[in-house]
C-alpha cells in the first residue's frame, strides 16, 4: 500500500495517493457467470473516473475500490468516507471540469500519461454531467448580461459534451498501444428520446451517444467506446430535477412520483452492474447500450 500525501500542486489537490496500487490481485464479481472475469487480475486496471464524488460517481468509485482497483478522480470536491486500506489507491484532481481551460491545462502537465502509464488495462468513465439549465430556450442563461465568462447553459455543454471529448482524446493518446483500452460515456434516456425543458440535456447526451458510435467505427487499435444510458438514480440530480418548477420542467410531477414510489435505482446497485459491464469482455460490442437491458 503506498503511502498518503496530502499536497497542493498548481490549484489542483494532487495526489492523495501516491502510488495508487492496492493490494487485492483478484475478484468476484457481481452478477457474472464468465469464469475469465471471476479470475482477472484488478491490480492491473487503472481507472479514470470523473464526477467521483458524489451521486454515481462516488458509488462507481467505492464499487471499484472495493475490487482492488486503482482510481483517478475528477470532481471539484472529495470522496469522502473511503476506508483507510482503500484511500491508496484513490487519486483526487480537483478539477472544475465545465472549465475547459483548465482541463486542458491539467492535461498539459502530462499527469494523466504518468497515472496511466504501465497499466495493462485503462478506462475512463465520463460520468461528471449536469441535468441544469431547466426550462424553454428563451430562459436559459438568467442574469448572464454583463457576466464575466460562461453562463449556465455554455457551461453545461462544456461539462457534459466538450470536457468528455477532450478527455476522451488525451486518454486514447496516452493509452497508445495498449490492447485494452476503454471509453465509457454516462448518458442518459434523454439522449433518446426528447424531455420538454431538457433540450441542453437531451442535446449534449446525444452528442455523447454520437460521439460513442462515430469513435467506434474510427477501429482505433485496443479502442473499445460506449456510452451507456443508467437508468433513473437517487442521487443529487435527481433531486434537482424535483427541485425545478413545473412550469420549466412539465414532466415534473411524473419524477417526483418515481420517488415517492421508490422508483429510484440505488446508485450502488446502478454501479454494482454498471463496472460489471464496463470490464467485461461485453463491453463496447454495443456502442449505445441501456444498462437495464445489458446481461452482466
Ligand atoms: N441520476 C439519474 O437519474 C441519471 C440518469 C441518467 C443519467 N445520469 C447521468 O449520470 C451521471 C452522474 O449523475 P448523478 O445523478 O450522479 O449526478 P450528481 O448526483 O449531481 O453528481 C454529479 C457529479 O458530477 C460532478 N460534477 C458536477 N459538476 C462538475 C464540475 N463543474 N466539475 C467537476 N465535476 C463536476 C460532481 O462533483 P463535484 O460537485 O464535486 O464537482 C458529482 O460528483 C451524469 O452524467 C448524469 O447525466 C444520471
Request: hydrophobic share 45%; glycine share 10%; net charge neutral.
Amino acid at each position: 500500500m503506498g503511502t498518503r500525501v496530502a499536497g497542493v500542486w498548481s490549484g489542483f489537490v494532487w495526489p492523495r495517493s501516491s502510488s495508487g496500487l492496492g493490494t487485492v490481485t483478484a475478484i468476484t464479481w457481481w452478477g457474472t457467470s464468465d469464469e475469465s472475469e471471476q479470475n482477472m487480475n484488478v491490480a492491473n486496471w487503472r481507472v479514470v473516473l470523473t464526477g467521483h464524488s458524489r451521486g454515481l460517481g462516488a458509488a462507481l468509485a467505492r464499487a471499484l475500490l472495493a475490487r482492488g482497483i486503482s482510481v483517478l478522480g475528477l470532481s471539484r470536491q472529495a470522496l469522502t468516507g473511503v476506508p483507510g486500506q482503500q484511500a491508496a489507491q484513490l487519486t483526487e484532481v480537483a478539477l472544475d471540469l465545465s472549465d475547459v481551460s483548465a482541463v486542458e491545462a491539467w492535461l498539459a502537465s502530462g499527469r494523466l500519461g504518468s497515472w496511466l502509464a504501465g497499466a495493462e488495462h485503462t478506462l475512463l468513465v465520463n460520468n461528471a454531467g449536469t441535468v441544469a439549465p431547466i426550462g424553454a430556450a428563451g430562459g436559459l442563461q438568467p442574469g448572464t448580461s454583463g457576466q464575466v465568462g460562461l453562463g449556465p447553459l455554455a457551461r453545461a455543454i462544456a461539462l457534459n459534451v466538450t470536457t468528455p471529448l477532450v478527455l476522451t482524446d488525451a486518454f486514447v493518446a496516452a493509452t497508445r498501444g495498449r490492447a485494452d483500452r476503454r471509453v465509457a460515456h454516462v448518458s442518459s434516456g434523454a439522449a433518446r428520446n426528447p424531455y420538454p425543458g431538457w433540450s441542453t440535456y437531451c442535446a449534449t447526451k446525444a452528442a455523447l451517444d454520437m460521439h460513442a458510435r462515430a469513435t467506434q467505427l474510427d477501429a482505433v487499435p485496443g479502442l473499445r467506446v460506449a456510452s451507456v444510458a443508467p437508468g433513473v438514480i437517487d442521487t443529487d440530480m435527481q433531486a434537482d430535477i424535483r427541485a425545478a418548477s413545473a412550469a420549466d420542467f412539465p414532466m415534473h410531477a411524473r419524477f417526483v412520483a418515481m420517488k415517492q414510489d421508490g422508483q429510484l435505482t440505488a446508485a450502488d446497485d446502478a454501479a454494482q452492474r454498471l463496472v460489471a459491464y464496463f470490464l467485461s469482455d461485453a463491453f463496447g460490442s454495443d456502442p449505445t447500450p441501456d444498462i437495464r437491458q445489458v446481461s452482466v
